[in-house]
């Protein structure tokens, strides 16, 4: 059986377009007509078929490369079967239909005669294909349009491509809107000003669509023949690749900034993806607040230093000192990991310690749980501190701020996170609202949440939005500690065990139940004085619950 070489067809007038997915692989078996790869312009995304049938021997192309009419895409083992509408002397290789619409909607020569006045600009040749529905529209009325600018994404269920305009001016009416279905010759906008145009102007001049002579002739004849196989990537109903759903320059822009487009969600049209999601997406991984999967993957929870410009990690064989089992750390684990790892490097953290006599309100709790009994809620000291944070957040608003960049978004609610410690490790659930919520409201929804957290229960929503955090190791001990601020707020309270102390009234020692406080902020945000002033304040309210109410 004979190799034979299959290459780039006739793609109209790209020169050098970039391949960007490689569809088959050495050893695959690839029938007449199956996309062997996928190529990409700034106008237009389409698949390269195989003109003949066979087995892949050899892939002369990789990811990346530029490849042009006649490049060699990869040797087959050819079985006899060819593509039906490749006659046997045409090159192994078929031009689709998308390069056949950006080579007819080539612009007219920079010596066109220069126009003024309302210009018509029409849908080009866009191959065999009819009926396609707009999908984006690029510019508005009022916009001064470039000779060759991209004014809207069409898109059938085959190819999606971009109609460039064919004149220069500003843009006076646009035609057409999301959803309408164009064909060849279809009035797309008019245009006004200084025009370069192919055809002479008179009054309302139409620049007329470049002749379908002015498409090659091999690209027509294949045309038909490859639409069946291109770029099912942008038809977002039988995505056959998995490629994301998005116009070749939404493609272009997310690779200029390395953004994974299949890791974006799509907000257009059904689900495609806008440039606007590219932005969000590039704007939440900066600001820490999502990860790319390549980032993940490098940044395991106990984080390698490499990127801090550290030595590295300090690998020991640990069998050699004893037994030893492995074990991989859950998903939450390895997820709250690597946050923690991040808010620990990132924020400037500063911890003040300090101790609330709670003497009273414990005796309080403790008479309020015995009245309550059969209501079956029971109030814990945490209750009360999520109401008495409320109010001295409410006092120092910037405990209840974010960052961002170099301004402060100050939050006019106050949805209190607290620490839940679960099989599978921590968790922050969140009181929403808990300024409008009395203690017992509070008591109820924290035992709701925690009892969620605990058997693996809570929705993203139920662990999102909190603006200051809450961590209660009061129940099982120690005296204080240091939590990590959950970014992207920026402080948070660690209570530990009240005990009884010794604390001097004046004139003599007497007991007292002392809850101690540690606060820890953010120093970008808050000073010392500030965070002294914020544990004085909670310890007063704590001392006498009345100030809440003050
Ligand atoms: N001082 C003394 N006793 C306290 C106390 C305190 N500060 N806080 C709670 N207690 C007591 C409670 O009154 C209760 O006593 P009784 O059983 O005698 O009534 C007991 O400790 C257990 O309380 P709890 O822990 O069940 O309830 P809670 O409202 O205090 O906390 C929750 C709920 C979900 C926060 C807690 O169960 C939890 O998971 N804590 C761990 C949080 C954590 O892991 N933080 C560390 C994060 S950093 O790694």
């Known amino acids: 059986m004979a190799l034979v070489e299959v290459k780039v067809p006739d793609i109209g007038d790209f020169d050098e377009v970039a391949v960007i997915e490689l569809l088959v692989k050495v050893g695959d078996t690839v029938k007449a007509e199956q996309s062997l790869i996928t190529v990409e312009s700034d106008k237009a995304s389409m698949e390269i078929p195989s003109s003949t049938a066979g087995v892949v021997k050899e892939l002369r192309v990789k990811l990346g490369d530029k490849v042009k009419q006649g490049s060699v895409v990869l040797m087959v083992e050819a079985s006899g079967e060819v593509a039906a509408a490749a006659p046997a002397s ?11 619409a950006a080579a007819s909607v080539a612009v007219p020569a920079a010596s066109a005669p220069v126009a003024s006045g309302p210009v018509e600009v029409h849908i080009p040749d866009i191959g065999d294909f009819k009926d396609v529905a707009v999908i984006e529209i690029f510019v508005k009325p009022g916009d001064a349009i470039k000779m060759e600018q991209s004014l809207i994404t069409v898109e059938s269920d085959k190819a ?31 245009l006004e000003g200084s025009v370069a145009a192919a055809a002479p102007v008179a009054g309302a001049a139409s620049v007329p669509l470049p002749a379908p002579t002015a498409v090659p002739a091999a690209a027509v004849v294949t045309a038909t023949v490859v639409a069946a196989t291109t770029a099912p990537a942008h038809n977002p109903g039988a995505s056959t690749l998995g490629l994301p759903h998005a ?32 932005q969000s997406f590039t704007k939440a991984v900066m600001a820490g607040a999502t990860q790319t999967k390549a980032q993940a ?47 620990a490097i990132m924020i400037p953290a500063v911890t003040n310690h300090d101790d609330a006599d709670i003497t009273e309100l414990e005796a309080f709790r403790v008479s309020t ?49 607290f620490a839940a410690d679960t ?27 925690a009892k969620k957290a605990r058997d ?71 000073d010392g004085a500030a965070a002294a002033r914020f544990n004085a304040y909670l310890g007063q309210i704590l001392g006498d619950f009345r100030r809440v109410l003050l």
């Open 456 to 526: 693996g229960k809570l929705s993203p929503a139920e662990m999102t939005g909190a603006t200051f955090t809450i961590s209660s190791l009061g129940g099982i001990g120690g005296k204080y500690f240091t939590p990590i601020i959950n970014a992207p707020e920026v402080a948070i309270l660690g209570v530990c065990k009240s005990t009884h102390e010794p604390v001097w009234d004046g004139k003599q020692f007497v007991p007292r139940l002392m809850l101690p406080l540690s606060l820890t902020w953010d120093h970008r945000v808050i």
């Open 247 to 278: 116009s070749p320059s939404v493609r272009k822009f997310a690779r200029e900034l390395g953004v994974p487009l299949e890791e974006v969600k799509g907000n257009g049209p059904k689900g495609r993806i806008t440039q606007d999601d590219v």
């Open 297 to 343: 993957a490098k940044a395991p929870a106990g984080g390698d230093g490499a990127a801090l410009g550290l030595i590295p990690w300090p690998k020991v064989d640990f069998a050699k000192f004893g037994p030893i089992e492995r074990k991989e750390m859950g998903r939450i684990k390895k997820i709250s990991g690597a946050n923690l790892l991040r808010n």
């Open 160 to 190: 999606a491509m971009e109609i460039p305009s064919s004149a220069a001016g500003v843009l006076k009416e646009l035609k057409v809107k999301i959803g309408d279905k164009v064909n060849i010759g279809d009035l797309l906008a008019i």
């Open 423 to 449: 099989p599978n490790g921590l968790m922050v659930p969140v009181i929403r609202d808990a300024d409008k919520k009395g203690i017992l409201q509070i008591s109820q929804e924290m035992g709701e949440l």
């Open 369 to 417: 749980n015995k009245e309550n009994e059969k209501s079956g809620v029971k109030v814990t000291m945490l209750a009360f501190l999520i109401k008495a944070c409320v109010a001295a957040l409410k006092k120092y608003p910037e405990f209840n701020s974010s960052l961002d960049g170099d301004a402060l978004v100050y939050k006019n609610y106050w949805h209190i996170g």
């Open 90 to 100: 045409v090159p192994a290789v078929a031009a689709v239909s998308a390069p056949v």
